[in-house]
């Protein structure tokens, strides 16, 4: 297959390894590295930009990469050896079939969609990139509209991010913000176009149990850091903090748990709500 092949640790494939452990390089090129079949799929559904896609070049194809080098005219096409492309896999055993170098996009909260059922995460501060992609993939199982990753954090398009989501990175929106203002201002331009966004805390001292809030109205979901949890900025706007009733010896359950099982509660109620309103007017 036509394209440009890389056979030696060159300038090029230096500058996509790189991408992989060091964030201002992502930053600044505006691409991260994406792999496996699920992931690349889903990416392409949603129209996400491929800048290019790495592949064995002495390896037979299978039908999946050869559909997709065909349909991705757009992208540049690099053969590469397999002993390097399994580095850039971060495998090492064996090289993945394909890398797509996909193309970053903007940190804009305009990209998440809010209307009277929005629901929405916030992860403060997160040190670990794991918990990142697996509250991706939780707030994409439950309806969520968009993940907001706050402050001095971990990276959203780390590759352990990335990975933990399992695709789901390219089904929500999730941007990346410095601090709570700019959160809250977009918050309140939502709230005067008529969206009554409602912030919600996690916090093991919270006033309210989980299953006594509702969160059918527009909610804001807040997350903590996985060892301080909310900074106190954030439990100050927060407009409720609630707990998560636990029985066990366990005090409190980490980032990626916690979220879910709010999530999990969020649309449960969602869920009811709908089916009271329908019968209702039935």
């Known amino acids: 297959m036509a394209g440009v092949r890389v056979s030696s640790r060159n300038a090029r494939f230096q500058v996509w390894q790189a991408l992989l452990g060091n964030r201002n390089k992502r930053q600044r090129a505006g691409e991260f590295l994406v792999q496996g079949v699920r992931p690349i799929s889903v990416a392409v559904e949603r129209g996400w930009p491929i800048r290019a896609l790495i592949y064995d070049a002495d390896r037979p194809m299978s039908r999946w990469a050869q559909d997709l080098l065909r349909e991705q ?25 394909v890398i797509a170098v996909m193309e970053m996009p903007a940190d804009d909260l305009d990209r998440i ?70 959160v809250m201002e977009w918050v309140a331009k939502r709230r005067t176009e008529g969206v009554p966004i409602v912030v919600v805390g996690t916090d093991e001292h919270g006033t ?56 999990s509660e969020a649309a449960r109620q969602r869920a009811h709500s709908s089916k009271t309103d329908a019968a209702g007017n039935a």
């Open 73 to 97: 005219r757009g992208a540049e096409r690099v053969g590469m050896a397999a002993d390097l492309l399994a580095e850039l896999g971060e495998k090492e055993e064996s090289a993945p079939e």
């Open 113 to 182: 969609h809010v209307d009277q059922d929005f629901l929405g995460v916030v992860f403060d501060r997160p040190t670990g990139p794991g918990n990142i992609g697996s509250i991706i993939r939780s707030a994409d199982a439950f309806g969520a509209d968009g993940l907001i990753v706050t402050g001095h954090a971990a990276d959203v398009y780390d590759p352990k991010s990335v990975r933990a989501s399992t695709g789901s990175i390219f089904a929500l929106p999730s941007v990346r913000v410095p601090s709570q203002r700019e």
């Open 208 to 263: 309210v149990d989980l299953y006594d809030h509702d969160l059918t109205q527009p909610t804001l979901l807040l997350i903590g850091n996985e060892t301080s949890g909310l900074s106190a900025a954030w439990k100050d706007l927060a407009d409720q903090l609630v707990r998560i009733p636990m029985t066990g010896s366990a005090s409190s359950l980490n980032a990626a748990n916690a979220a879910t099982a709010v999530l």
